[in-house]
């Protein structure tokens, strides 16, 4: 069993940055693929980034490639998203999950979720 607590959102402006933060219980961290996902309303759960088991691998959304670093500290059951100039587009419930078959792009993927964290950018 996997849980995933994210921390980190918030309001924001435009063009400014935020860093979100997903800490794992268990001692398997070292072993899923990390993944971030958001939801804005009224709309279907989209990918936004994934991190390989070691942290080597990663993969972007278009829409957050360039702005948007996925990392991880294993030692510490962390992994982060550092969003930089945010738009209000980027405005979402972001999620972290967990997947340990390699999933990437579709939350099927993935095996354990977090609660998500509101992320609000105003024009």
């Known amino acids: 069993q996997v849980q995933l607590v994210e921390s980190g959102g918030g309001l924001v402006q435009a063009g400014g940055s935020l860093r979100l933060s997903c800490l794992a219980s268990?001692?398997?961290?070292?072993?899923?693929?990390m993944g971030w996902f958001r939801q804005a309303p009224g709309k279907e759960r989209e990918f936004v980034a994934r991190?390989?088991?070691?942290?080597?691998?990663?993969l972007y959304a278009d829409s957050a490639k360039g702005r948007f670093a996925i990392s991880r500290t294993n030692t510490k059951n962390t992994v982060h998203l550092q969003m930089n100039s945010l738009k209000p587009e980027d405005t979402a419930v972001y999620y972290c999950?967990?997947?340990?078959?390699?999933?990437?792009?579709?939350?099927?993927?993935?095996?354990?979720w977090g609660q998500g964290t509101q992320v609000t950018v105003s024009s």
């Open positions: 268990g001692r398997t961290f070292s072993s899923w693929h």
């Open positions: 999950a967990a997947s340990s078959a390699g999933g990437a792009y579709y939350p099927d993927d993935y095996n354990y």
């Open positions: 991190i390989s088991p070691s942290g080597g691998s990663t």
